[in-house]
């Protein structure tokens, strides 16, 4: 550098310093925040100033980021004197024309600075200062945001709900927060600095980073195992001298170091509920791999590149949440934990030659790896891991909405279709039930918005049918995450007091028993004077569904898991029994039971009276128990989720409330149903029949789209309001639609075949005497 510029260079470094003073002492205090982002700012600038040779630039930034670093005089004195060192190193690097250096001072900077706020943030929030921790908190890293880790704010709820009474329990919170963050992004910085094909500048940043978040973690490692930190820090030192040396084999050791001491120690442990969150998302992401794999390969080739893709990245995401809990379960079975972690590495290995290419295993042999896997960690996973865990479900939710607009971009609308099924699977058989009890409202909204739309917005089924672009189903997406988000922000935030858990039983219970009221009293309505006794067998066939329904309630709680899985096929199976048995029940009500009083007169056989009764019998029979059971076993799924939380016997005492609530909505309907004109009864009887048979199609249709075992295709342009499904089974697909129209016109025929079949009786009986009369 000539001597003109180098005197240039001291008068605008004198000038500035002057100005900087000058501007601390008349103006306000700046936040901490303000001030760091502009440390890092000017740095920044320094160095795009150094890529132009504009030499004078790069140290004014410099001497503007010293400025800035006066306002920060409230940092701990350690990390004070890092950004001391950081920001005397960026001076020697810009006089002396160095990018890669002033690029490692800029992250030397930046780690010093989150360290003196890790520090100060965990001070104040000792003291319960909450508006004086939030204003350092906003000071800070996150982790990389990927589907399966996305940024977390737990660090900033905790600040917010801190007091002088839960100071120590926010202070824990915040630590593993912030300490899992600067743990996970060390780890990628080291992967960053050993990687000889990363551009160099970006190597020397990440090396000093990785100096700072060292000292960030090193209290945790010395209380865990008590050793001398000396060596590693050293090495921490040393990273970045050594890269900007040349020295490849200095730095691959220095990283070798710290590698090992991160593969051995966690600085956050996870907490209990973590552990079992990371367990969920595990064996959730694990199950979903041989699904996509199956669906990409075809003996030895790939036939969907997607598919493999992602189950590679579900892969990943299982191999994450491995990787997380690895620890804790090399302390419960070290040799168990080495095997599993071989196996995934081994499926890992198939996945990438399969993507790549290179060689193909079979789908059944993906299935046997993963199933090998999944028994072994079962196995391994202590019992409270295995229970269900809504946040893994919410996980694995995103990630397979992830997986739906990755299929639309590619064009491919079929797999976006069977990702969406996935999706809407696993939150149906997970948080919904529990949810149901808490928020119904949000539960409509979501269903909505995965099918066919909410209060006039689309819904991802019927934008995936009619194609929809990227960007509207991107649109529909985000309006689906705000709605999941709040979901399980409810769930989190539930009240689990014995009374909120009793008064939710009850309710469910009252919702799922009005319905089954209602249902019998419309088919039971014209079963009244003579016919009376045709409603013993229905009675008999609801008897029978409740002690199934207490069956089924003990089994849910010995194979809750299992019963989960197949609980909306089961439903569907129950539901098409109970149309089949309404079908002919509506046929026998117009044939037989509207008609009776006006063909009195004719009688069968005895022995053909005697197989109908029998019949029918059994078929009332059968009617009542479908009719019944539909609902008890929709109300022990839905009760599952509170007796997971609350215990059984609370979730009793809900029940029984319930079950009182509903007996006398039911004496009261019946009773006033007894004293209902005989005739006015036949004639609304049946309007409530074919409305109940049109409903229940309509249901069934949509259950059977939910499982897959229906398309969907969409009535374009029309758009039903949530509470016409939730009511009546109306929704807008063509195969719903279709199915209850071939129900109502099943029995409107029957209805004027019957009428058919007795106009021409009448009047075979209004020429019968003259005939007689008339033969000689």
């Known amino acids: 550098m000539s001597r003109s510029i180098r005197t240039d260079v001291v008068i605008v470094g004198l000038l500035l310093c002057l100005v900087g003073l000058g501007t601390t002492a008349s103006a306000a205090p700046r936040p901490p925040w303000e001030a760091a982002e502009t440390v890092g700012d000017e740095l920044f600038a320094a160095q795009t100033a150094l890529l132009g040779d504009d030499t004078v630039a790069a140290i004014a930034h410099v001497e503007q980021a010293r400025v800035a670093a006066v306002e920060l005089d409230s940092l701990p004195p350690e990390p004070a004197a890092l950004l001391d060192r950081a920001l005397a190193a960026a001076g020697t690097a810009v006089q002396t024309g160095d990018g890669d250096a002033l690029a490692g001072a800029r992250g030397l900077a ?23 921790a939030r204003q350092w908190l906003l000071v800070r890293d996150f982790r990389t945001s990927t589907r399966f880790s996305r940024p977390g704010a737990d660090a900033t709820l905790a600040i917010r709900d801190l007091t002088a009474e839960n100071a120590a329990d926010t202070v824990a919170r915040l630590d593993a927060d912030l300490l899992d963050t600067y743990q996970a992004r060390l780890g990628e910085y080291l992967a960053v600095v050993a990687s000889t094909s990363e551009l160099r500048h970006r190597r020397a940043e990440s090396a000093g980073l990785v100096a700072a978040y060292w000292r960030i973690l090193a209290p945790a490692y010395i209380d865990q195992n008590g050793a001398d930190i000396a060596e590693v820090t050293s090495a921490a030192d040393h990273l970045l001298p050594a890269l900007l040396a040349g020295d490849e084999s200095a730095t691959d050791e220095a ?29 959730r ?35 994450a949440a491995f990787a997380d809990l690895r620890l804790s379960l090399m302390e419960i079975d070290p040799a168990l934990t080495a095997t599993i972690s ?21 789908a059944e042999t993906m299935t046997g790896a993963v199933a090998g896997i999944t028994d072994g960690l079962k196995t391994l996973f202590p019992p409270e891991w295995l229970e269900v865990d809504t946040d893994a479900d919410f996980d694995v939710v995103a990630s397979v909405l992830d997986q739906v607009e990755a299929a639309v971009r590619a064009g491919d609308y079929k797999l976006a279709e069977s990702a969406r099924l996935e999706g809407y699977a696993i939150f149906d058989f997970g948080p919904e039930p529990r949810l149901l009890a808490f928020a119904p409202a949000l539960v409509a909204e979501i269903d909505g918005l995965f099918w066919q739309g909410y209060n006039g917005r689309p819904g991802l089924a019927q934008a995936i049918a009619l194609k929809g672009s990227p960007e509207e189903i991107a649109a529909i997406r985000a309006e689906l995450d705000t709605a999941l988000k709040q979901a399980q922000v409810t769930l989190g935030d539930l009240n689990s007091a014995p009374g909120a858990i009793i008064s939710n039983a009850a ?77 002919l029940i509506t046929n026998w009500f117009f044939h037989k039971t509207y008609w009776k009083d006006w063909i009195a007169g004719f009688h069968a056989q005895k022995r053909q009276l005697l197989s109908a009764e029998t019949g029918q019998f059994l078929g009332l029979v059968v009617l009542g128990f479908t009719s019944m059971y539909r609902e008890g076993f929709e109300t022990v799924l839905f009760l599952q989720a509170l007796a997971l939380e609350a215990g059984p016997t609370i979730v009793l005492q809900g029940v029984a409330l319930g079950a009182v609530a509903v007996l006398i909505v039911g004496l009261i309907t019946f009773k006033l149903q007894a004293r209902l004109p005989y005739k006015k009864m036949l004639v609304w009887t049946g309007v409530l029949i074919g409305v109940v048979l049109v409903t229940m199609v309509g249901k069934t249709v949509h259950v059977m789209q939910a499982v897959g075992w229906l398309g969907i295709t969409p009535i ?43 106009n021409k009786r009448r009047k075979e009986i209004v020429r019968r005497p003259q005939t007689e009369h008339t033969t000689p």
């Open 285 to 319: 992401f694990l199950a979903l791999v041989p699904i996509e794999y199956g669906r990409g390969v075809q003996g030895d080739k790939v036939l969907i590149d997607l598919e493999i893709q992602e189950a590679v990245t579900f892969m990943a995401g299982a191999t």
């Open 507 to 583: 309710i469910i219970v009252f919702r799922e028993g009005l319905e089954a009221v209602v249902i019998l009293a419309a088919l039971m309505a014209s079963m009244v004077g003579a016919y009376a006794g045709l409603r013993r067998p229905m009675v008999l066939g609801v008897v029978l569904a409740l002690l199934a329904t207490a069956v089924t309630w003990w089994i849910a709680q010995q194979v809750l898991s299992q019963l989960a899985h197949f609980g909306e096929r089961l439903e569907a199976v129950v539901s098409l029994i109970a149309i089949g048995v309404l079908l």
């Open 716 to 758: 374009k342009g029309l758009v039903l309001p949530y509470w016409a499904g939730l009511w009546f089974g109306l929704y807008a697909t063509w195969q719903g639609i279709i199915a209850q129209l071939g129900a109502a016109a099943f029995v409107i025929g029957s209805y004027y075949l019957a009428e058919g079949m007795q």
């Open 110 to 132: 930046r780690g010093a600075v989150y360290w003196g706020s890790y520090l100060a943030a965990r001070a104040v929030t000792e003291q319960g200062d909450a508006e004086t």
């Open 342 to 362: 071989e196996q995934m590495a081994r499926v890992t290995t198939d996945l990438d030659a399969a993507n790549r290419k290179t060689s193909v295993v079979p």
């Open 255 to 283: 990283v070798t170091t710290l590698q090992g001491v991160l593969d051995g120690f966690r600085a956050a442990p996870l907490a209990p509920a973590e552990q079992a969150r990371r367990a969920g998302q595990l064996l």
